[in-house]
């Protein structure tokens, strides 16, 4: 095990892992995204730094809310000792600089330890569960890998499977509302829950009703009774995205390579 960086995590109530990089030797706040395909830098941070855009390459982004295109930018950018010199994408994202996405996490394996407020990129030649740097005992999760580089990871809720992405760039889980119905939760069962506001990558806002589950199963680590953002989130979005709600209270090791999870 070879770690590449080792950085101290910023987790304020209501907000995203967010760590210390540099875009082009300028300081910038990110945020660690498992969920997002591409590396995204804030129209602020592009502005503020005047990087150049491509005249030929754009992407599209697609959240929970919607989809926006912008031309491409060109930067380089480091992670305590991970560097990256590539083509990155642009959003409109208020209050940091940028997002990590797959692209780049993929190359690495990815330790989130925020009980302890650290997020740590490692090169790992092997990695079984005996391999971690970790004392104590530790859960071996099975993952799929999406062509986008994007974690599948085997879930069920009440004995139901469900199609479900790690997503350390929601704040919380959230639910497709057909998939909640799929379930066996009512239209009028969820009316009655507590509604809460959250806005995607586009800037539009989503409504959510926060609903309270039986059981859910990532793997074998067991959840009692969580509760889940539900709503009409952008079509084509998995079922559920298990957020940072379930990162928070674990040490999560992902490993690309293996396509395997390990938390504890």
């Not at 592009?46 to 030929?56: D, I, N, T």
């Not at 992670?79 to 409109?92: K, N, V």
């Not at 330790?111 to 569960?129: M, S, V």
Request: charged residues 20%; aromatic residues 6%; negative net charge.
């Amino acid at each position: 095990m070879q770690p590449i960086a080792d950085l101290p995590v910023t987790l304020e109530p209501n907000r995203l892992v967010e760590v210390s990089g540099r875009v082009n030797r300028s300081d910038v706040r990110l945020v660690i995204d498992t969920g997002a395909e591409r590396t995204v830098l804030s129209a602020g941070t592009v502005k503020f730094l005047m990087l150049a855009r491509s005249q030929h390459s754009t992407t599209r982004l697609a959240g929970i809310g919607g989809t926006v295109s912008n031309a491409d930018v060109y930067a380089d950018l480091e992670l305590g000792g991970a560097y990256s010199r590539q083509r990155l994408a642009e959003a409109s994202i208020p209050g940091i600089g940028g997002l990590v996405g797959d692209d780049i996490l993929s190359d690495y394996d990815v330790e989130f330890d925020l009980p302890n407020r650290r997020f740590r990129l490692w090169h790992a030649t092997g990695c079984g569960a005996g391999d971690l740097p970790w004392p104590g005992p530790r859960t071996t999760i099975p993952v799929d890998l999406t062509e986008g580089e994007r974690l599948r990871v085997p879930v069920t809720i009440d004995g139901k499977t469900i199609e479900t992405l790690l997503d350390s760039g929601a704040a919380i889980s959230v639910m497709q509302t057909e998939a909640a119905l799929r379930l066996g939760v009512t239209l009028s069962a969820l009316a009655a829950d507590p509604e809460l506001l959250v806005r995607g990558v586009d800037g539009s806002a989503i409504r959510l009703r926060i609903h309270r589950f039986g059981f859910v199963s990532v793997g074998n680590d067991l959840l009692t009774g969580p509760l889940i953002g539900v709503g009409d989130i952008q079509p084509g979005s998995p079922e559920l995205l298990l957020g940072l709600d379930y990162l928070r209270q674990r040490k999560v090791w992902i490993s690309y390579r293996t396509e395997r999870i390990f938390v504890q």
